[in-house]
């Protein structure tokens, strides 16, 4: 009778979604019936009833024993169940916080019919495919998604939940809050408490890494997909890749693809104003200095702490781009994990696992390097608003970039046939147990479900070829595009490697006015 009675209080709630839950169910987040049930439809009873799913109790991975009190607290932990206490478990390959979709690689009336996206190569589509790309990545900053966010403006508000307040999202907005907020430290009210126990990053820094940016990138496909169903009837769309194995420079910085660069400011290099992205705003702004001491916090901060969101920029600090060799020795280990290799130092070389390695967090000195490997070595290079997790999303290369890394994932994966049971349970970071299920997601996912290979997953590539000899053929098919100086150099330091020197001569009158409007930068 309890039950029902929560399922029904649930039902009562309007027909919306906020946050990365259903609003049908926002009143019960901080009420005894905690409840999130809702009726998907076309039906009539809470999660489709029989044959489609039903309300059970969710069964969340028991993580912590001796954390700091603190750490506790953290509402993330224990995913969702600070939220929810029931929810929907859908059956067979029905999907949804009502159970109201599909799974991922299924589509139709009863789900059973395969659903498979092809992720492309950037430069290997039509230029009409390239120019509806752009145009669906820019109407996801305008379509609402079916979430709305947390308010996180100060530290009292999370950790624990306290009156909660959610604001409708767009679909960009969304993807890059549920990013930030699975990587922000603990909320602790003080920075004494932030810099002793502020240590928490659950989609980075351990095994749950690779699985959490791989659902991450399919909820993102999924919601670019109906977009480009929408709007160009653009049914077979998958998420393009930018293969940067081997690249000498941003060649997806161009603006019929993620935007060409623009001018400087205090701040970096803005996006070419012809650009759809040139305007963008920044959202999950890392906050000053200023507005983190207002805050008490210090760096423990949730994404609305700084006092306005600041527009998207780069600041490409180098060129030296993730190469052939760096991604044969990754396809070459082995072991997933090793138990407690994040504390050893970067070339303890048996205790780098594939996805630490993959991550960018060891290899050896001639592959790491300054700027670490593969997935942080792009992030890395081109800083700016996508230097770090608060940001990163704001930068539509970030898609194309989570694309490759997948891509990368997949080839390990049929080289190496690994289990589920490959993947760590123990000495493992908070929230990357392979059971846990993965943070800011609703409905609730375990690491260990998308674990598996692509072809359970609803896509796969268009081929397994990397690096010069595949960016060889596309300029001999002239699909390539050419560089102009300031792809070449950074706002402060001019240019970005003694041998883009070499390039002076392509283009003497634009280093001319370059220099003449930057006059500290060296040649």
Request: a neutral charge; one cysteine or more; hydrophobic letters at 35%.
């Amino acid at each position: 009778m309890l039950l029902l009675a929560l399922m029904l209080l649930s039902l009562q709630q309007p027909q919306l979604s906020l946050g990365l839950i259903p609003t049908v169910c926002v009143a019960n987040v901080t009420s005894k019936a905690s409840v999130c049930c809702p009726v998907p439809k076309g039906f009539s009873q809470p999660c489709g009833g029989r044959g489609r799913g039903e309300c059970v109790r969710i069964q969340a991975y028991q993580e912590f024993e001796n954390y700091h009190p603190g750490l506790v607290k953290d509402d993330r932990l224990m995913w969702p169940s600070r939220f929810f206490e029931f929810g929907c478990q859908c059956d067979s390959r029905y999907w949804g916080a009502d159970c109201g979709e599909c799974f991922f690689g299924w589509r139709g009336p009863r789900c059973n019919q395969r659903d498979v996206r092809l992720r492309r190569n950037i430069f290997t589509l039509s230029p009409a495919e390239r120019d509806q790309y752009r145009e669906i990545s820019r109407l996801m900053r305008v379509k609402m998604s079916p979430y709305s966010v947390l308010i996180e403006k100060y530290n009292n508000q999370s950790d624990p939940l306290r009156s909660p307040v959610f604001v409708p999202a767009t679909v960009h907005y969304w993807l890059v809050y549920v990013h930030r907020y699975a990587s922000r430290r603990t909320l602790f009210p003080d920075a004494k408490q932030c810099q002793q126990f502020g240590i928490l990053d659950l989609n980075h820094g351990g095994p749950g890494f690779m699985t959490w940016h791989r659902y991450y990138t399919m909820m993102l496909e999924r919601e670019l997909h109906k977009i480009a169903v929408e709007r160009f009837n653009w049914t077979t769309f998958g998420l393009p890749y930018w293969d940067w194995v081997d690249a000498t420079w941003c060649e997806v910085c161009q603006n019929d693809i993620v935007g060409a660069p623009g001018e400087c400011d205090n701040f970096g290099q803005r996006l070419h104003p012809a650009s759809p992205f040139g305007g963008w705003d920044e959202f999950c702004t890392t906050p000053s200095a200023k507005d983190r001491q207002q805050l008490g916090g210090g760096s423990c901060y949730g994404c609305h702490a700084a006092e306005r969101f600041g527009k998207l920029v780069r600041q490409w600090t180098s060129l030296s781009l993730p190469t052939t060799a760096e991604v044969n020795y990754g396809l070459s280990i082995p072991r997933y994990y090793y138990p407690e290799e994040f504390n050893r130092p970067a070339q303890d070389l048996e205790n780098c696992g594939f996805a630490r390695y993959l991550e960018g967090h060891c290899g050896p000195m001639e592959l790491y390097g300054k700027i670490g490997t593969l997935h942080n070595k792009v992030h890395n290079s081109v800083m700016g608003s996508f230097c770090c997790a608060a940001t990163a999303p704001n930068d539509p290369i970030f898609f194309m970039h989570h694309s490759q890394i997948s891509r990368l994932v997949h080839m390990w994966f049929l080289r190496h046939r690994p289990h589920p049971v490959d993947m760590a349970n123990i000495n493992v970071s908070p929230g990357h147990d392979r059971q846990s299920y993965m943070v800011g997601f609703y409905p609730p996912i375990r690491h260990e479900e998308v674990f598996t290979d692509i072809a359970s997953l609803g896509y796969e590539y268009d081929t397994l070829e990397f690096g010069e000899p595949v960016r060889r053929r596309l300029q001999k098919e002239g699909r390539m595009p050419k560089p102009t100086l300031k792809h070449f150099v950074n706002c402060q330091r001019g240019f970005l490697h003694p041998q883009h020197r070499l390039h002076r001569h392509e283009f003497e009158d634009e280093l001319q006015r370059f220099l003449a409007e930057h006059p500290g930068a060296a040649t």
